[in-house]
């Protein structure tokens, strides 16, 4: 329960309604609980005039209200008169019931629905902030089930729940109040089942936590299954494994299966043994009271007798409902428990307390950086230091591992250094606005990831004023832009899931004009001509060697782009700098710069032949 304590600033949020609603709710009753002491009213009056109304009957305490009603229609000799007014006050009473519980539902659920909103914008907002590391070490299945199912669970307990223990509270006050008044001794036979209830409940809730949160691990687990196979269903198929992944998500779903069972038996046993608990109450009602009525002692009239009944019917699907409200609240607890999980998780980077936002002009500079990544133990760079000045374009080259992408990543601060400083323009980029930082870069990332929207949009995403003339161009740099003219609806396209109606090309090709769209200090290519073929590559270099003319450029590439002209070229090689210099510089070296560039060469030179 004290998971569910983090829900306490919405209820003070929404106090207003909440009062409002928790009033309603003991409207309602207060009109529903009427009822009995008019129908004994009416049952006394019809054996009175019967003869068979007992002397020594004590006489009832009605409500105020009841009262007022029993004094006017004392001065009615009319039998069937009293009967038929009593008949209409009792539908009257069941229309303010039913009035006042609509507003109750109305007033608690509209509530719920506003503390799940709040709760799922709370938690996206949360999600964004959290670092890197975070989404390496958990899945997107289990971010999704948490941000819906458990959220979902979480509003049964803010609305239906705390609705039903509020019917709950204010119909067992209302009725004992009552029935005390009626008849203090019988009230206590009736209410004898009640502590056996309470410790029945008691006992329950503890296997409904439990196995609320296996159900909802078992759950995510499920959920991540199905979210990799869906994203990975090309793969899946190419390598004919369907059968494979039908075996590996039967087994989850197996899992899941038999811990929902598990609680469906727990409930299914519960919710009975609470009706049974129920139905002896009216039959100590009925036996006891009728045995005090037969032998004529505690004052004791069939009135009262009906009217206790009506009081346990009364409190048949509240006391029933207490099964089901506990079992909202556990669930409810499990859940809120998996969201404080994340919720109180503190992002590993951030921006400072009394952060800066300067105009950035471009200058980069890594002063013996050291970096592993935390989630692999993997050494990337190793005692770095470089320094690019402003307008300066720079390559990284080096194999697949050697760190390159690590430094973009430094840059952009999806990590922080373990030693050493990155800097911006002499400042430690920690010092900086974490959101004003990545604002003045422009990042294309190895990965490329286009979102389910148009191609316009997609291009738009960096910057959101870009106009239509903006987007253009920047296609126009990229060099997709006739191929999105080719498209059926040009730039209102709609780009499938990860963009997997696009090649692989024209993927980048978007990424880079993506980037393109801002007006940057700072722009990172990272790899992201390796889907293009050479034309193409060559005719996007010339177009970024005029768009970057004054901007820093740091272009990292496992290929050598010898038409282009960078001031410095970095060759890394496990985390290290083993070669810097310009393109003829490092050819005279004739080391890993000059082979690769050999390499190329010759890989290029069969391609043009094998086209002719």
Known sequence: ?????????????????????????????????????????????????????????????????????????????????VVAFSGITILLLALMRG?????????????????????????????????????????????????????????????????????????????????????????LYVLAPLPILAITIYLVNNTINRKSEQIQESLSALTTNAQESYSGIRVIKSFVQEKAMLDFFARNSETYRKNAVGLAKVEAVYFPSITLLIGLSTLFT???????????????????????????????????????????????????KRINEFLQTEPAVQSPANAVKPSLQGNVSFEKVN?????????????????????????????????KSTISQLLLRMYDAGSGVVKMDGLDIRTLDLQHLRRQISYVPQDVFLFSETVENNIRFGQEGAGRDKVEKAAALARVDGEIAGFSAQYETMIGERGVTLSGGQKQRISIARALTKDPALLIFDDCLSAVDARTEREITANLSNFLEGKTAIIITHRIFSLFNFDKIIVLEDGRIVEEGTHHSLLQQNGYYAGLYARQQLKEHGQNEADL
Do not use: C
């Open 99 to 187: 009035f006042f519980l609509f507003l109750m539902r109305q007033t608690l659920i509209v509530v719920s629905r506003h503390i799940e909103y709040d709760q799922k914008n709370e938690v996206f907002d949360h999600y964004q902030k959290l670092d890197s590391t975070f989404y390496k070490v958990h899945s997107t299945g289990d971010l999704m089930n948490r941000i819906a199912e458990d959220v979902s669970r979480v509003r049964m307990f803010t609305g239906p729940a705390i609705m039903y223990l509020a019917n709950l509270v204010a119909v067992i006050s209302l009725s004992v109040f009552f029935m005390q008044r009626s008849n203090p001794e019988l009230t």
């Open 371 to 403: 970096f592993i990544y935390p989630h692999t133990g993997i050494h990337a760079l190793k005692d770095f230091t470089l320094e690019v000045k402003k307008g300066e374009k720079v390559a990284i080259v080096g194999r697949t591992g050697s760190g």
């Open 286 to 336: 009925i036996m006891i009271g009728g045995l005090y009525y037969i032998y004529g002692g505690h004052n004791i009239g069939m009135g009262t007798i009906l009217e206790f009944v009506m009081y346990i019917n009364m409190l048949t699907f509240p006391v029933s409902a207490i099964g089901l409200t506990a079992s909202m609240i556990q669930r409810a607890a499990a859940s809120q």
């Open 1 to 81: 329960m004290k998971h569910l304590s983090a829900l306490n600033k919405y209820f003070w949020k929404y106090r207003v309604r909440l009062g409002v609603g928790i009033l309603f709710v003991f409207l309602s009753n207060y009109f529903n609980v009427l009822s009995p002491q008019v129908t004994r009213f009416v049952i006394d009056q019809v054996q009175q005039s019967m003869g068979g109304l007992q002397e020594n009957a004590r006489q009832p305490e009605y409500d105020v209200l009841v009262q007022k009603f029993v004094n006017r229609m004392e001065g009615i000799s009319s039998l069937g008169k």
